[in-house]
């Protein structure tokens, strides 16, 4: 937790504006589906889930939800919003 706490302080990541933010989790998005079948994988093996599991579920799901906080990191207004039964919190 503190190399990550430091990390996010002292890294670019924190200095961004949020649209250089949005690109970069756009372009990881796109990276992510480009390599979907080896993250699947990979994925497949360090949890022991069935391949097809991994394809057609977790990396999807994974991508669906960097993009849509890709959507956000330029909307920051300090208030909450729902999200698939989960309450998300935007910091101003």
């Known amino acids: 937790m503190l190399a990550a706490r430091r990390a996010f302080d002292e890294g670019p990541w924190s200095k961004m504006f949020g649209d250089q933010r949005s690109k970069l989790m756009h372009r990881l998005a796109d990276l992510m589906e480009k390599n979907k079948e080896h993250l699947a994988a990979l994925e497949a093996i360090d949890n022991g889930k069935s391949y097809n ?22 909307k920051i207004h300090g208030t909450q919003y729902p999200n698939d039964g989960y309450l998300t919190y935007t910091y101003e």
């Open 53 to 74: 599991i991994a394809l057609n579920v977790d990396i999807p799901m994974s991508i669906e939800y960097i993009r849509y906080y890709a959507g956000w990191a330029d």
